[in-house]
């Protein structure tokens, strides 16, 4: 079968398009045909090298096709039904796992980082991971959803609590996690401000829902949130831009505010006055992804179509440079998917 499989890190060059082995699955898994394959900054960052993975490697983490064999001690499913794939690898039997805990098992990590990806024509993977969609939503929009829209519902409602009424700031409009989290702040009636770096994006963002939007690049984002809030500030910020926003985000919080980060795209360093920590009693919380059931729980609104996925752009999977490529520059809105 072909895939694009990386043998170095390195740039967008090092993206091979390559016959290998067909998959082979085992009694106790399911083998789906990949029709679309999303894109994320994970997967960059992984082509750059990350610790833990071994080469050759096949990238991806959002994956959604339809089923075509079936291991003998699996129940439950049909040939051809289509489905979309937890994004993520866990053991499935450890203390957190037996839980719900899903992302905090040792063995945890998405698919496409320290285990293969979805970057090929077929893949092996055990029942837990396989979720049916309904005809209405095509691979494309359902590749779109997995790892974004459970990392949002994580960071909203699984650890900052959003409730209705609340301000909310989501930075990066364009992103995948932005557009999710815009949706999902929108559908607990909070107020949402967002931010992006040119006025078609906030565009984009207001028919998503936003109710503000501000340039970051031609506007001060804490001096505007102080004068879109009357200087109150916000309930919650989701931060995954990192070392770039963390002053910004923090200065953005009402007293007692929380800032829930997902993600450093710009840098790992944070630094901040622990005096403005403690005296405003501010919180900053951590966020992984998600669980399998805060997956599940987001899907039913995204096949109600409370939610809905936003695709910018598809590529072929032999032209996956290009998509790395485009994805480098950071003008798309919404996902870049790859058809296989």
């Known amino acids: 079968m072909k895939a694009v499989r990386i043998h170095e890190f390195g740039g967008p060059e090092v993206l091979r398009y390559e016959d290998i082995p067909d998959a082979q699955p085992r009694k106790d898994q399911v083998l789906v045909r990949i029709r679309a394959c999303a894109l994320n900054h994970l997967d960059i960052w992984v082509r750059k090298g990350l610790p833990g993975v071994k080469l050759p490697h096949i990238l991806g983490s959002d994956i959604a096709g339809e089923i075509v064999a079936i291991g003998e001690y699996v129940t439950g499913f049909a040939i051809g039904q289509r489905v979309v794939l937890a994004p993520m690898h866990f053991c499935n039997h450890c203390a957190k796992c037996a839980a719900g805990l899903q992302n905090q098992c040792p063995e945890f990590t998405a698919l496409g980082n320290a285990v293969d990806g979805g970057y090929w024509e077929l893949i092996a993977v055990p029942p837990v991971n396989v979720i049916p969609i309904p005809d209405n939503l095509d691979f494309n929009q359902a590749a779109s959803v997995p790892l974004v829209f459970l990392t949002a519902w994580h960071m909203l409602v699984g650890r900052a609590g959003i409730r209705p009424g609340q301000t909310v700031l989501v930075l990066g409009a364009g992103s995948g996690v932005g557009i999710a989290a815009i949706q999902i702040a929108k559908l607990f009636h909070a107020r949402v401000i967002t931010t992006a770096g040119d006025e078609k994006k906030l565009e984009k963002a207001r028919a998503l829902g936003a109710d503000f939007g501000i340039n970051h690049y031609t506007q ?11 200087k109150e500030g916000v309930d919650i910020v989701v931060e995954h831009v990192g070392t770039a926003t963390w002053d910004e985000s ?27 920590l403690f005296s405003r009693q501010l919180n900053f919380l951590g966020s992984y992804m998600g669980t399998m059931s805060e997956l599940r729980e987001v899907l039913t609104h995204i096949f109600a179509g409370r939610l809905k996925p936003v695709v910018d752009r598809a590529f072929p999977l032999q032209e996956a440079r290009a998509a790395h ?16």
Do not use: H, W
Request: aromatic share 10%; net charge positive.
């Open 220 to 230: 001060k984002i804490s001096q505007e949130v102080r004068k879109i809030t009357n």
């Open 250 to 276: 923090m200065k953005s919080l009402k007293p007692g505010g929380t800032i829930v980060t997902c993600g450093a795209t710009t840098g790992f360093n944070a630094a901040f006055d622990l005096r403005f």
């Open 325 to 340: 490529e485009y994805m480098e520059k950071s003008q798309m809105f919404g996902k870049i998917v790859l058809n296989i």
